[in-house]
């Protein structure tokens, strides 16, 4: 059992039933996060919207990645070895072709979002259990909904990093994603369209919580550069 957990969660977490059951937790925990801010949301001008919803916007990220990949299974496309640094991927650097088509620009586009979907998961799923943690520190009362809160953002985190470390990605894309999450940080702060808090005291938290994870996604892209001597 215990080795079947590593293959599947460590080694290959491209398997298509846990695909699925992911794809069916992440669709509702979307649906729920966007009515979770839908009253924010109304008071927010329509073209801050995308910025506004941090966490189910991460996850709809990972809901149309994890989609396509099922698309990539259901065409008889499975994982393979990558020949550049040993890692199990997606094979075909994941590519449905019953969606995207087989062109450059489909590929490179599913790739930037599968980076984009992981990047967000860890990013906003740190973000919260730290926002969540500081409310708690502070003698904030520990109800079922923050506590649901907290660990279902740990588990944004946990399956972010599960698919990032085998997704496939070049050093200009992941810049690419990182200025994206830099521009939600300023519209977030300095713009002032940031989730709702807990308390108005939590700003200055969140604000650092947020450029510093921005940061760290730029650090742990030069790594993995660095870490493979060459684009990967």
């Known amino acids: 059992m215990l080795q079947f957990l590593k293959y599947l969660l460590w080694d290959d977490p491209f398997q298509p039933f846990f695909l699925k059951g992911l794809l069916v937790i992440n669709l509702l925990g979307s649906l729920y996060g966007y009515y979770w801010y839908h009253e924010q949301l109304l008071a ?15 996850t709809s990220f990972f809901t149309l990645t994890l ?11 499975r994982t393979k070895t990558c020949k550049r640094c040993g890692e199990r991927r997606p094979e ?10 087989r ?3 489909s590929r490179k586009t599913q790739e930037i979002l599968g980076v984009l979907a992981c990047a967000t998961l860890i990013k906003y799923g740190l973000w919260a259990v730290v926002v969540i943690g500081d409310y708690w520190i502070k003698r904030g009362p520990v109800q079922p909904v923050e506590t649901l809160l907290f660990l279902s953002h740990l588990g944004m985190v946990a399956q972010g990093y599960l698919f990032l470390r085998h997704w496939p990605f070049y050093f200009g894309q992941g810049v690419l994603v990182g200025a994206w999450l830099i521009l939600n940080d300023y519209v977030d702060y300095a713009l002032g369209w940031h989730p709702y808090l807990f308390r108005p005291d939590q700003e200055p938290l969140a604000a650092a919580a947020a450029l510093a994870l921005s940061a ?17």
């Open 103 to 105: 062109s450059y620009l």
């Open 92 to 101: 075909g650097l994941p590519i449905s072709t019953s969606y995207l088509g």
């Open 216 to 232: 760290c996604w730029f650090l742990y892209c030069l790594g993995r550069k660095i870490t493979a001597n060459k684009e990967y």
């Open 44 to 58: 927010t001008p329509l073209v801050w919207w995308i910025f506004t919803p941090d966490s189910p916007l991460s």
């Open 67 to 77: 989609t396509l990949l099922l698309l990539d299974t259901r065409e008889g496309k």
